[in-house]
């Protein structure tokens, strides 16, 4: 496997940046050895500010590009393609039209998902290639989809984003997804699923990693370092998934709670510290190694409801406080985040979760802070009928989503949009929005 040997200039001084690294890389080969902590205590931040940008303070005009399942990238069509020199050739040219697409929309900024589950889209020594880009985890695709996606990225003006699903190991538990983690036992690195077979859970009818478990959260952690240490990327985001379960399919983490929950008035109180942990040693780490980076998190767009809170949203949603046991509201508070990217998936007609009550619920949380607003928004339900939210197909949802957009310009705490997802830029029911958001935003 080749591995690339990119860093950045500044880590040289910073000396101990060096050996968090090789904690980091170390971890991908000890499998039956538990990690030390990377990250506590941490010794002061030694920054060293990269020059500002003139165009820093611009407003995002993001967009998500997902890689788990293929939805976005890279084409289904490219996986079957037996000569790998083709395949790479193939994606390669999919993801510079697909950036193309977005430099003529206004787009200013991708966010690149990276990290889909249990494998990587960069030459990792912790994870192995991630199956989207050959259909086999574990090989190699011939290129750095990463610092292709930098490098062509950087060229058109668009900030990267490094999208990481933290906990994610697969999307289901099927035999042959089993049988396909299992058959990486011999590669360097395996998948987690193998080499830390006990840190593995059930939720969702998927694999997940416990995070509970102090040594989980310190190898997700050193993924993340992994990445800033090696690539330019301007930002770092976790998405909603924190806890994730369903009815039928809960986590099982009794054992852990019993072994790590004392002195916790109630297992949802110690479940919403272990994701704080995970948050606040990702923070720390990212700031040691490139202050500039950007870190922010795009959960569940309502925090709490007021019914079950007095200081919630006057919304009846599902809530990521009680549900992902995700307290996003205080880590916004404690400066944990550079900016967050609530997904307001719903229109302004939505009694039980309004986009302009979100929307200002969230400016006034961030108003007395540092963290930077970015608002989500459900490109993917734009020209689709839904009984419940007809406007999305009102004159192709332009409305609504000219609603949207004026809102969050006028509310000067709210810095910028974020589309999901890119490949709806694509849709036939999407293209009089798109021909609205090349207007108001291309140049």
Excluded at 38 to 46: D, G
Excluded at 215 to 231: F, G, K, L, Q
Excluded at 413 to 429: D, H, K, V
Aim: charged residues 20%.
């Amino acid at each position: 496997m080749i591995i690339s040997s990119r860093i950045h200039p500044f880590i040289t001084r910073v000396t101990w940046t060096s050996a968090l690294i090789a904690s980091a890389l170390l971890l991908g080969s000890c499998g039956s050895k538990p990690p030390k902590s990377l990250v506590t205590p941490l010794p002061p931040v030694a920054k060293h500010p990269l020059p500002n940008k003139p165009d820093d303070n611009r407003p995002v005009r993001g967009v998500w590009l997902t890689t788990v399942s293929r939805l976005d990238w890279p084409p289904v069509s490219s996986v079957n393609v037996s000569d790998p020199a083709t395949r790479a050739s193939q994606q390669k040219k999919a993801l510079t039209d697909k950036l193309d697409n977005l430099q003529r929309l206004g787009v200013n900024t991708v966010f690149f998902q990276v990290k889909p589950d249990g494998t990587a889209l960069w030459p990792s020594k912790i994870l192995p290639w991630s199956d989207m880009l050959t259909g086999k985890v574990g090989e190699d695709p011939g290129y750095d989809p990463l610092q292709f996606m930098l490098d062509e990225a950087h060229k058109r003006g668009m900030k990267v984003h490094a999208w990481f699903n933290p906990y994610r190991v697969t999307t289901n538990i099927k035999p042959g997804t089993v049988a396909e983690l299992n058959r990486t036992q011999s590669l360097h690195p395996s998948s987690v699923y193998v080499a830390h077979r006990d840190w593995i859970r059930v939720s969702s009818d998927r694999y997940v990693l416990d995070p509970g478990l102090p040594e989980a959260r310190d190898w997700i952690t050193s993924i993340v370092a992994e990445v800033v240490a090696r690539y330019p990327v301007d930002g770092v985001q976790f998405d909603d998934y924190f806890y994730t379960e369903t009815p039928g399919s809960t986590l099982n983490d009794s054992q852990t709670f019993r072994t790590y929950g004392q002195g916790f008035a109630s297992k949802a109180d110690w479940r919403r510290h272990n994701t704080e942990q995970l948050i606040t040693q990702v923070s720390r780490t990212i700031k040691q190694l490139n202050p500039n980076v950007q870190f922010g998190v795009s959960p569940a767009g309502v925090w709490r409801n007021r019914s079950h809170d007095p200081s919630g949203s006057d919304t009846r949603g599902a809530a990521a406080y009680d549900e992902s046991y995700a307290d996003t509201r205080l880590w916004v508070q404690k400066g944990l985040l550079d900016y967050i990217a609530p997904q307001v998936y719903w229109p302004f007609a939505r009694d039980a979760a309004r986009y302009d009550v979100l929307a200002k619920w969230w400016a006034n949380v961030v108003k007395p802070t540092h963290t930077r607003l970015y608002i989500g928004v459900a490109l993917y339900k734009v020209g689709e009928p839904s009984r419940n939210e007809p406007d999305w197909t009102v004159q192709g949802g332009v409305p609504e989503l000219k609603k949207q957009l004026d809102l969050n310009d006028a509310l000067p705490e709210i810095q910028g949009t974020i589309l999901f997802r890119e490949n709806n830029l694509n849709q036939p029911q999407t293209q009089q929005a798109v021909n609205y958001l090349r207007n108001r935003w291309g140049s």
